[in-house]
Structures are given as structure tokens and as C-alpha cells.
């Protein structure tokens, strides 16, 4: 079977903190790795946008999964698709929290209509392309710091 995408966006609940989030990761970082799950998770201004990758029976359990967990309510599923190769191969699953930097902030207005993280009103393509730019922000962060 090959490889599927999967997008989604969701409301974080509002008590949602930062140890919410290590849970989360801690969680993702068990369980995608062995069931072979990558892909990126982007919080900001109280939405999760989030990508899975891997093996579709994989990739649907994990979402099944996380759908029903209650730090977060209103999961739309914006797209779930065949593709030739994961983008997040490096990550079992990579959290980034933004929207505060400027040049974050230009990223958001890049690809919807303002620079305000709405991710329900963008179409799945923009946030793929916004999460593709997130990771390579978080690449580049990683190099720069091993270089220095
Ligand atoms: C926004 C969000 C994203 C999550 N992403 C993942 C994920 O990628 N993988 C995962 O296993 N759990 C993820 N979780 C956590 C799951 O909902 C669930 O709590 C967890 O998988 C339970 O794991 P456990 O049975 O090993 O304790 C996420 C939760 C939230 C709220």
C-alpha cells in the first residue's frame, strides 16, 4: 500500500498550556514512531494545523486517534491523499509554535488573506505549503544552531 497525506485543522481548547503540548509530542513521538507516522503539528493563535504522513491504515488510525482527544474540538479534515513521497521524513512528528516572530507573521500573510493564523479559512494546499515553510524555517534553526 503506498504512502497517504493527511491535513487537518482543529480549535484548541483554551486551557491548553505549554505541558499540554509536551504530552502531546511525548505521545506522538511513542506512538508515530512505530506505527511509521511523520509529519508536522503547528499551533498558533489557539488552532492546531496538522500533517500525518505514512501508511493509510497508519495515518487514519493515529487521526482517528487524536479526533477524539479533548484538548481540541472542530477537527476538519482538509485532505487526505495519495502521495509519491513524504516531506517530513525526518520528523515522527515535528511541533511548532508560531505566529508571534515577524517573519512568521509575513509567513501566515503569505497564504491567506491576513496575517492572522486562521488556518479553517485557508484552502489545504496553502496549509501545506505554509507547513512546508514552517519545516524549512525549523530546518534552517537546527543548521544554524549546529553551526554555531
Ligand atoms: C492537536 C493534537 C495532535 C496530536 N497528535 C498526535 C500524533 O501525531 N500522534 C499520537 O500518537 N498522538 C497525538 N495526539 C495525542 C492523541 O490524541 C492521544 O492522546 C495519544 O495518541 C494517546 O497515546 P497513548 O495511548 O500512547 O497514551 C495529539 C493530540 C492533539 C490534541
Redesign the pocket.
Known amino acids: 500500500m503506498g504512502l497517504y497525506r493527511l491535513i487537518y485543522v482543529?480549535k484548541a481548547h483554551e486551557d491548553v498550556s505549554y505541558p499540554d503540548l509536551v504530552s502531546?509530542m511525548e505521545?506522538?513521538e511513542?506512538?508515530?514512531r512505530s506505527a511509521g507516522?511523520t509529519?508536522l503539528?503547528c499551533y498558533g493563535d489557539d488552532w492546531?494545523l496538522?500533517t500525518?504522513e505514512g501508511h493509510r491504515q497508519a495515518v487514519s488510525q493515529?487521526y482517528n486517534?487524536?479526533v477524539?482527544?479533548r484538548?481540541?474540538f472542530n477537527a476538519e479534515l482538509l485532505s487526505f491523499q495519495e502521495i509519491p513521497c513524504r516531506q517530513f521524513v525526518e520528523w515522527s512528528?515535528k511541533a511548532v509554535q508560531f505566529g508571534l516572530r515577524d517573519d512568521e507573521r509575513q509567513l501566515i500573510l503569505r497564504y491567506s488573506s491576513r496575517d492572522v493564523f486562521s488556518p479553517a479559512s485557508m484552502t489545504a494546499e496553502q496549509c501545506f505549503e505554509l507547513m512546508l515553510s514552517l519545516a524549512g524555517m525549523a530546518r534552517v534553526r537546527v543548521s544554524t544552531s549546529q553551526s554555531s
Do not use: C, P
Open positions: 482543529s502531546i505521545a506522538s511513542r506512538n508515530n507516522v509529519g503539528l492546531f496538522q500525518l493515529t486517534r487524536i477524539g482527544d484538548r481540541h512528528m
